[in-house]
Nanobody
Framework: QVLLTESGGGSVQVGDSLTLSCSAS?????MGWFRQAPGKERDWKERKFVASISATSRTIMISDSVRGRFTISRDDDKFTAYLHMTNLRSEDTGVYYC?????????????????WGKGTLVTVST
């Protein structure tokens, strides 16, 4: 069982930047980020893919909705993945979940992952 802990969420203004972190209990897995509108956290199937990075960092996938504004990276020495968000928009508001999988994390619905974090809230206001 991989334990995932997100951090870095908060309230920001439109156009600001924010970096989320996901600390895993151990490494070797593909890591990804999903998001969900506030208030709908119970239905994990509605979580929307944001980005993923393979265990080797060779494969990175970014959703078209955030491409050019968000990037993903990982530090395997720290078992940590990051979501770097820039030029934030109000529609980026949501609960951001970290996920891991012993295989590729792709942009499919419902999500196919092995483990989820508990989420961190990002609020973007005008």
């Amino acid at each position: 069982q991989v334990l995932l802990t997100e951090s870095g969420g908060g309230s920001v203004q439109v156009g600001d930047s924010l970096t989320l972190s996901c600390s895993a209990s151990y490494g070797g897995y593909d890591m990804g980020w999903f998001r969900q509108a506030p208030g709908k956290e119970r239905d994990w199937k509605e979580r929307k893919f944001v980005a993923s990075i393979s265990a080797t960092s060779r494969t990175i996938m970014i959703s078209d909705s955030v491409r050019g504004r968000f990037t993903i990276s990982r530090d395997d020495d720290k078992f940590t993945a990051y979501l770097h968000m820039t030029n934030l928009r109000s529609e980026d508001t949501g609960v951001y979940y970290c996920a891991s999988r012993s295989g590729r994390i792709a942009e499919v619905s419902p999500p196919v992952v092995d483990h989820w974090g508990k989420g961190t809230l990002v609020t973007v206001s005008t």
